[in-house]
């Protein structure tokens, strides 16, 4: 477990083997992430939070490896290794072996000015580089294999039970960010669509889309930088919400484009996937995803509105979000196919 020594520790440049001029700490819910002038270090937290289990040693050695085998399918060039941090005679060191206290993901630093949702905010993200996106993760899928692990997660008794989870959580919040009219507009398209569309859900299976994707493909996980497209932080503490329809990813970073005001760009992006994939058959099933995808967007943001940690501007902000992000899928609905 990670306690204030070791943080004092990696927060001193003297070290690391690269000796940055100095570190930066940013924590996040589950991480510690610690920025160098040239890379980055990252540790879990010991953490439980149900969908996520990091509270032993044994179990954030097993999940930074699985961070580092999944990430580097995106971004080889990104995700360098796993390294251990021993204790020994009273002080710590990266790269020992003898008595691990801890383990941390090495990474190369990547360019927070080209994120590509800092390059949209700018105006610096055109359909030519979505074209590009599109076409660099056609590419990435392409290499993934569709097997008898991930084909399970393709049947419509999983992909059922995900919508019907998504509308279990977030009744509690009709009344608040969600209205019952949308509420009922959402779950019942959702449901129908379910019911009546089987044999699309099953063609997806047989076509070989069901794959272990990334989870979690949005605006602020990709970066491009010159020619380098950089995919990063797929989703590996949870295989429900990694393995699935690649059309579920795609449909992630299109939606997130929508909410932004960029349908053009979405469209783009996903003109470039199909065409370099050959995956026609993703349009049968992509107002779904992004109907899901947008939905679930919504129920995350809305469960900070039951953060007592949170004050009243923060949650405002995310009551807005939400409402946001519920009318998005609304909208979806409405939408002609």
Not at 50 to 65: D, I, S, V
Not at 262 to 279: I, K, N, Q, W
Not at 302 to 324: H, N, V
Request: glycine share 8%.
């Amino acid at each position: 477990m990670a306690d204030r020594p070791l943080i004092d520790f990696l927060l001193n440049p003297a070290s690391y083997p690269e000796r940055p001029r100095s570190v930066d700490l940013v924590q996040t819910h589950i991480s510690w992430v610690f920025i160098g002038d040239d890379y980055v270090y990252k540790l879990k937290k010991p953490v439980d939070f149900g969908f996520l289990n990091f509270t032993t040693l044994e179990k954030r050695r097993f999940y930074t490896a699985e961070e580092l085998r999944l990430n580097r399918r995106f971004s080889p060039d990104v995700y360098l290794a796993v390294v251990p941090i021993s204790e020994r005679d009273g002080t710590f060191r990266l790269g020992d072996d003898a008595n691990v206290v801890e383990y941390a993901l090495r990474m190369k630093r990547i360019s927070e000015d080209h994120m590509l949702y800092r390059l949209l905010a700018r105006g610096l993200a055109g359909e030519d580089i979505l074209r590009r996106v599109g076409m660099h993760l056609a590419r990435v899928y392409g290499t993934i294999e569709s097997d008898d692990t991930a084909r399970p997660f393709g049947s419509l008794e999983v992909i059922s039970h995900n919508i019907v989870e998504n509308f279990e959580q977030t009744a509690k919040y009709i009344g608040g960010p969600l209205s019952r009219e949308t509420y009922d507009t959402i779950r019942a398209w959702s449901m129908a669509f379910l019911e009546t569309r089987t044999g699309v859900f099953r063609e997806r299976v047989g076509q070989g889309r069901i794959k272990e994707c990334h989870g979690d493909l949005h605006l602020q996980h990709i970066c491009v930088d010159g020619e380098r497209i950089s995919v990063f932080d797929c989703i590996e503490f949870n295989e429900r919400f990694r393995f699935g329809d690649v059309a579920s990813d795609v449909a992630f970073l299109s939606m997130d484009l929508d909410y932004n005001g960029c349908p053009r760009l979405a469209d783009a992006f996903v003109e470039a996937y199909t065409g370099e994939s050959g995956d026609t058959g993703l349009r049968d099933v992509l107002k779904f995803y992004k109907i899901y995808r947008a939905y679930v967007r919504a129920k995350v943001t809305s469960f900070m509105l039951d953060d007592a940690g949170l004050d009243g501007a923060a949650k405002a902000g995310a009551l807005q979000t939400a409402g946001r992000y519920y009318d998005l899928a609304r909208e979806y609905v409405a939408r002609e196919d």
